[in-house]
């Protein structure tokens, strides 16, 4: 389910739009999905988000200052402090929504909107982890080399497969481990015969 919400962000009313997943439980892990300022980029920022939470998660994508309708009206220019606070201000709005795990919300950032989740990782603590979506000539995994906090570097080649990687990433991160590194079961069989 895909609903329009409003923040503010430096004295500016700013739009986002939150994908939901359909059970009526939560808390949920929360993604928090930052694409760059082409319009490509911006279907594949939507596609992931949608998919990603009709796997159970809420996502939210974002307009910036400048850009969108009226107030954000796009300008030829863009100012990276701006969008730095933006995403800072779309983090809060999501510590304050009710169907959000506060303890559980992570950055996606695709293409350039990897660095500016990096920059913003740098300065708060509000995401507990960063995955980057890189294109073919994206240079992601270079950007959060000295962050305090679990990332990873997804290839968005093939869009099905990168919606499951990111997927099983979160995932483990909150659960623990992958299903690869469990140990085999230690039930003794002799046992049974007894």
């Known amino acids: 389910m895909k609903v329009t919400v409003n923040f503010t962000s430096q004295g500016r009313m700013l739009e986002g739009q939150l994908f939901l997943p359909l059970e009526d439980?939560?808390?949920?892990?929360t993604l928090l999905f930052e694409g760059s300022i082409t319009g490509a980029t911006n279907q594949i920022t939507e596609y992931l988000a949608r998919e990603v939470s009709n796997q159970g998660f809420v996502c939210m994508m974002m307009d910036h200052s400048y850009y969108g309708d009226e107030e954000s009206a796009a300008q030829p220019w863009e100012s990276p402090s701006k969008r730095i606070e933006d995403i800072k201000a779309a983090l809060n709005f999501l510590m304050e929504?009710?169907?959000?795990?506060?303890e559980k919300i992570v950055g996606a950032g695709v293409s350039v909107g990897a660095e500016f989740l990096t920059q913003v990782c740098k300065t708060t603590s509000l995401c507990k982890g960063l995955i980057l979506v890189q294109g073919p000539f994206d240079d992601s995994q270079n950007v959060a080399r000295d962050l305090d906090?679990?990332?990873v570097v997804i290839d968005e080649t093939h869009l099905e497969a990168a919606v499951d990687e990111i997927v099983l990433w979160v995932r483990t991160l909150f659960n623990g481990r992958l299903v690869?590194?469990?140990k085999p079961s230690t039930y003794d069989w002799s046992q049974s015969e007894k």
């Open 25 to 29: 439980k939560g808390p949920f892990a």
């Open 149 to 151: 906090i679990p990332s």
């Open 97 to 102: 929504y009710p169907a959000v795990d506060k």
């Open 180 to 182: 690869e590194d469990l």
